[in-house]
């Protein structure tokens, strides 16, 4: 069975940055999408940003212009680069890629010290 693997996470200050990597362990036919959502202590989950099978991307508002997601669909690889990052982007990032059927990452934890 095809699974996404995440890294990148971790423990960074106020301002600084961090880069979260996705890849499919496997081939995943008919990939429309990929991205990455994420989810504070206590919140629901909230889609962060995605990169569709046309190569176009969009990120939520919360974070535009200081997120860039990146990719390339037919590798079956999605990537966050995070910038000027705040103590509520604090939060566990999941990647997923969106077939026929939906498929999570097992999430990486974004700690932001203030």
């Known amino acids: 069975q095809v699974q996404l693997v995440e890294s990148g996470g971790g423990l960074v200050q106020s301002g600084g940055s961090l880069r979260l990597s996705c890849a499919a362990s496997g081939s995943i036919s008919s990939l429309r999408a990929m991205g990455w959502y994420r989810q504070a202590p206590g919140q629901q989950r909230e889609l962060v940003g995605n990169?569709?099978?046309?190569?176009?991307?969009s990120v939520d508002d919360s974070v535009k212009g200081r997120f860039t997601i990146s990719g390339d669909i037919a590798k079956n690889t999605v990537y966050l680069e995070m910038t000027s990052l705040k103590p509520e982007d604090t939060g566990v990032y999941f990647c997923f890629a969106a077939a026929s059927y939906l498929l999570w990452g097992q999430g990486t934890q974004v700690t932001v010290s203030s």
């Open positions: 990169i569709m099978s046309s190569g176009s991307t």
